[in-house]
């Protein structure tokens, strides 16, 4: 009877991993914000509500800016929120094994996120996911962020494209 009960729970297990090992990949991709154009984004963010994400924004001076979850959360909905505290923080940033960086962030605790309106940490953020390595910032006072974000996507490559030419485009002021 032992026996059986084993064999049945092993079982059902294998079935388990083998239906999830053929499920469609989904979750975790970059998107283009609401109303911007997929094929030349100038903001684009994570859609898995259930994991670390980012948003990435490139201004007309082709400086990148980012949001970093702390923990998380579906970024429209977070954004959404009502989040009248924020403060600066000292943060170290680093991709992968490289050596961390000293960095000035927001730090928004209602919401969950890191703001860093520095170039430096948002192209962490970029190179991470391009090299597909793991993003760390050690906040002083807040939340820590140690994430992998999905890799490069069609979206993700139009955002780079969009940033580069607005960075190579003369400027006629």
């Given at each position: 009877?032992?026996?059986?009960r084993?064999?049945?729970?092993i079982?059902?297990?294998?079935i388990?991993?083998?239906?999830?090992?053929?499920?469609?990949a989904?979750?975790?991709?970059?998107?283009a914000?609401?109303?911007?154009?997929p094929t030349?984004?100038?903001v684009?963010y994570?859609?898995?509500a259930?994991?670390?994400?980012?948003?990435?924004?490139?201004?007309?001076?082709?400086?990148?800016?980012?949001?970093?979850?702390?923990?998380?959360?579906?970024f429209?909905?977070l954004?959404k929120?009502n989040?009248?505290?924020?403060?600066?923080?000292?943060?170290?940033?680093?991709?992968?094994?490289?050596?961390?960086?000293?960095?000035k962030?927001?730090?928004i605790?209602?919401?969950?996120?890191v703001?860093a309106?520095?170039?430096?940490?948002?192209?962490k953020?970029?190179?991470?996911?391009?090299?597909?390595?793991?993003?760390?910032?050690?906040?002083?006072h807040g939340?820590d962020?140690?994430?992998?974000?999905?890799?490069?996507?069609?979206?993700?490559?139009a955002f780079?494209?969009?940033?580069?030419?607005?960075?190579?485009?003369?400027?006629?002021?």
């Amino acid at each position: 009877m032992k026996t059986k009960r084993q064999f049945a729970r092993i079982s059902a297990i294998a079935i388990t991993l083998a239906a999830t090992a053929v499920l469609p990949a989904f979750g975790n991709e970059w998107k283009a914000w609401a109303n911007q154009d997929p094929t030349a984004p100038r903001v684009i963010y994570t859609d898995d509500a259930t994991a670390l994400g980012a948003v990435l924004a490139c201004n007309g001076d082709s400086r990148l800016t980012a949001i970093i979850s702390t923990q998380p959360g579906s970024f429209p909905d977070l954004l959404k929120m009502n989040a009248p505290y924020k403060r600066s923080e000292k943060a170290m940033v680093s991709v992968g094994d490289q050596s961390p960086q000293d960095a000035k962030v927001t730090w928004i605790p209602a919401i969950n996120v890191v703001q860093a309106n520095s170039h430096m940490v948002a192209a962490k953020v970029f190179n991470a996911t391009v090299l597909g390595e793991p993003f760390k910032m050690d906040v002083k006072h807040g939340d820590d962020v140690d994430a992998r974000f999905p890799p490069p996507n069609d979206v993700f490559q139009a955002f780079a494209d969009t940033c580069q030419k607005s960075r190579s485009e003369p400027d006629e002021s």
